[in-house]
């Protein structure tokens, strides 16, 4: 063989294999938008007319709660809500409002077992993180109860955190926060019953508190409605001695127009 000629490495062939996979799983699922499902030229996107019903969260909005403003009041303004009630945490950030196709992105990950979609919802939160991810010290899921992760089979709060992780070379700590607890389910219950619901729901794991301490923590959910399981777990990571938590959130729920 002359020195001209080209080595066919192991490297190579291994190459030519992952673009034969994927030409063949292109072929028999074909890539479809995650929001609607029609044909896309590439898997795990979204088509155009999904993409422009996605109201992502941008400025101006509460700068503790996260809540979008209609109109820009100045730098620093809190939401009512934020007055009324300081939540646990120092700062909420969420990346898109839940509705529409940012909807159904959550639906299929937490119950159509979509978990290939979390690296993408990740990528939106890391960008509506505000800095805090890159600031913080560690990145922590709201964990299930053990009963509700056996018969769900995986948290998708964990694959958010996991993929944000990633994103951010930031450490992931899935079983510092616990939840001792097995609460109902929150979705039907009111704001004063999901309070109660989640009361002593969550601890920090043995020998696990160093984890926490003097930390500046990320602390992970799908989405943000009443608050009351973040500011539940928030709560049990200050008394821990977590100098700074900020709550990062895939979707928020908005009950008015924005």
């Not at 799983?25 to 938008?33: L, N």
């Not at 700068?63 to 620093?76: K, M, Q, S, T, W």
């Amino acid at each position: 063989m002359g020195q001209g000629e080209k080595l066919f490495s192991r490297d190579d062939g291994a190459g030519v294999l992952r673009g034969l996979l994927r030409a063949v799983a292109d072929f028999v699922y074909p890539p479809s938008c995650v929001g609607c499902g029609c044909k896309t030229q590439n898997g795990g996107a979204l088509c155009v007319q999904c993409w422009a019903g996605v109201q992502f969260i941008e400025r101006p909005f509460c700068e503790v709660l996260g809540i979008p403003f209609a109109h820009d009041h100045g730098p620093g303004i809190l939401s009512a809500e934020a007055i009324a009630e300081p939540p646990p945490f120092e700062r909420l950030r969420a990346a898109t409002v839940h509705d529409g196709p940012a909807r159904k992105l959550v639906h299929q990950l937490k119950y159509l077992d979509r978990t290939d979609l979390a690296r993408l919802m990740a990528s939106w939160m890391l960008r509506a993180s505000d800095g805090t991810v890159a600031a913080c010290d560690c990145i922590i899921p709201v964990p299930l109860h053990r009963r509700r992760f056996l018969a769900r089979r995986f948290n998708q709060s964990a694959e958010l955190a996991r993929h944000l992780a990633v994103l951010s070379a930031k450490p992931f700590l899935a079983s510092t926060l616990v939840r001792i607890k097995p609460t109902s389910r929150q979705v039907g219950l009111s704001a004063r019953a999901r309070k109660q619901n989640v009361r002593g729901a969550f601890a920090i794991a043995p020998g696990r508190e160093a984890d926490i301490l003097g930390k500046r923590v990320i602390l992970v959910d799908d989405v943000y409605t009443t608050g009351a399981t973040v500011a539940a777990a928030a709560r049990r990571l200050k008394k821990a001695g977590a100098a700074d938590v900020t709550v990062l959130t895939f979707a928020m729920a908005i009950s008015g127009p924005i």
